[in-house]
């Protein structure tokens, strides 16, 4: 590991830049989300100020997606620009993973074009949400799962998730996120696949993949369709929600230790 | 749930008291081992506490096997008495979830004979120790195992197993206990189960049951295990260090948080 003077940091970057990309995982239960925060440990802050020690300079990261405080992810991909001589890339592996482990690992490393951005090249995102459905809990299962006793039913939870398919307004599932200029933001999203799975011994597995998402989306989905499963709402009233455009007809967000990021895809390449 | 007036709780059972048994599942990480100690957060004294207010009266806890700091429990065994009219059984187990949760769960409660003792009638117990053989970390799994960067020698490994089968002075590999009286406790124990399982994807499950355990031995005979898969012992060593009885030529203690306490068997019942 290369440490500089703490000093030289606020310098900026002198040499020619390279972009880097990492695949990086974390359990998201100590952190208050992805974003850089101060004052609060955050998965992005942790992993600016290693980078910051091991490349010698500030760097400015860009994610996939920015996860909420306890979402776990499993392969998120962040893209910097640091000195192409300040580093190596299996050195900045593992200096990584000493400094930010164990919470947070990188799998994966590259230097890339330098047009290549975590955010915008991204194709789709999928992501991952378990639900423990049994009546006894589960120590080791609950800290990545949404416990709930009461008996589901998977197949009104599997119809409902049909409306969803498609490119549509998801107003209703998400939080309107605040704008500088005045302009709405635009809460339209194309769902590629939506469905849940049964793996057994309890486990419910939903799997949600799409070009973007708005904040807070998954969660509210899920929180709806497990509604749908309680039969507190029915499969018929998805479409009914979606089209209302009102967070009130949707159900309470699912908590966030059962959601992960799993894989990103970019034209050529995914994460995960 | 029932809560009684904190006063009556200092004054014991009053009536007819029965054996109950509990089966718990813990993730050790949050908790200074089981024993109740004063101060600091216990497995058993967060139970106690539990079955205390549930039950209404002070408890004795025995369990099956007393584990230490940050070691995990699939299939706990605890017994203690309570009086029989002051709680019924799915009531018992869905109080001390909601009180105990998430780290700590009870999966089966059970009222037995007052000859039933958790540790005492107890036959065998079994262990599994994980470890996490790669060179990237896994946030998920790290949490649950031994990460060891370097290549282990499994057949290396599995080899060193056979001189531990059968009935042997474990003192090599054991913390020796104090014990008041003066007389020197016994580390003789018989194991009849010591075998390494490779999972794929660098999981390595090490398996090992013996009719009871020393203090920190199945961590030491892991520690050496792992030096052996190392290169930095040779599988013929570990019948000499057996015989030495000295720890120091045993190695160093495997971390906590790859062990769990997996199953106890009993005449004509086993948990786990």
Same mark, same amino acid.
Request: aromatic share 8%; glycine share 10%; proline share 6%.
């Given at each position: &590991?290369?440490?500089?003077? @703490?000093?030289?940091?606020?310098? %900026? @970057?002198?040499?020619?830049?390279?972009?880097?990309?990492?695949?990086?995982?974390? +359990?998201?239960?100590?952190?208050?989300?992805? #974003?850089?925060?101060?004052?609060?440990?955050?998965?992005?802050?942790?992993?600016?100020?290693?980078?910051?020690?091991?490349?010698?300079?500030?760097?400015?990261?860009?994610?996939?997606?920015?996860? +909420?405080?306890? =979402?776990?992810?499993?392969?998120?991909? =962040?893209? !910097?620009?640091?000195?192409?001589?300040?580093?190596?890339?299996?050195?900045?592996? $593992?200096?990584?993973?000493?400094?930010?482990?164990?919470? =947070?690992?990188?799998?994966?490393?590259?230097?890339?074009?330098?047009?290549?951005? #975590?955010?915008?090249?991204?194709?789709?995102?999928?992501?991952?949400?378990?639900? *423990?459905? $049994? @009546?006894?809990?589960?120590?080791?299962? /609950?800290?990545?799962?949404?416990?709930?006793?009461? @008996?589901?039913? *998977?197949?009104? &939870?599997?119809? #409902?998730?049909?409306?969803?398919?498609?490119?549509?307004?998801?107003?209703?599932?998400?939080?309107?996120?605040? $704008?500088?200029?005045?302009?709405? #933001? /635009?809460?339209?999203?194309?769902?590629?696949?939506?469905?849940?799975?049964?793996?057994?011994?309890?486990?419910? $597995? !939903?799997?949600?993949?799409?070009?973007?998402?708005?904040?807070? &989306?998954?969660? /509210?989905?899920?929180?709806?369709?497990? +509604?749908? %499963?309680?039969?507190?709402?029915?499969?018929?009233?998805? *479409?009914?929600? &979606?089209?209302?455009? +009102?967070?009130?007809?949707?159900?309470?967000?699912?908590?966030?230790?059962?959601?992960?990021?799993?894989?990103?895809?970019?034209?050529?390449?995914?994460?995960?």
């Amino acid at each position: &590991m290369t440490l500089f003077d @703490p000093e030289e940091l606020h310098e %900026g @970057p002198r040499g020619p830049l390279v972009r880097v990309r990492l695949v990086v995982a974390y +359990d998201g239960a100590p952190f208050h989300g992805f #974003a850089v925060n101060a004052g609060v440990r955050t998965v992005g802050g942790t992993l600016t100020d290693a980078i910051t020690t091991v490349v010698g300079h500030p760097v400015e990261l860009t994610c996939a997606g920015r996860t +909420d405080k306890g =979402v776990h992810a499993r392969a998120q991909v =962040v893209t !910097f620009d640091a000195e192409q001589d300040r580093f190596d890339l299996d050195g900045l592996v $593992r200096s990584l993973n000493k400094l930010c482990g164990p919470a =947070v690992a990188v799998t994966d490393a590259a230097v890339v074009e330098p047009s290549f951005d #975590a955010r915008f090249s991204a194709r789709s995102r999928r992501y991952r949400y378990r639900v *423990l459905n $049994r @009546p006894a809990p589960d120590p080791f299962r /609950s800290r990545y799962a949404w416990h709930v006793e009461e @008996p589901l039913s *998977l197949p009104a &939870m599997v119809l #409902a998730c049909d409306p969803l398919i498609g490119e549509h307004d998801f107003a209703a599932f998400c939080r309107r996120p605040k $704008r500088r200029d005045g302009e709405p #933001a /635009s809460l339209v999203r194309r769902v590629t696949e939506a469905v849940w799975h049964d793996d057994g011994d309890g486990d419910l $597995r !939903f799997e949600i993949e799409a070009g973007s998402f708005c904040h807070q &989306m998954v969660r /509210s989905v899920v929180g709806t369709l497990v +509604d749908v %499963g309680r039969g507190r709402k029915h499969a018929g009233d998805l *479409l009914a929600i &979606m089209r209302s455009g +009102d967070r009130n007809q949707a159900g309470d967000l699912a908590p966030p230790q059962g959601l992960t990021l799993w894989a990103v895809r970019y034209d050529g390449w995914t994460a995960g």
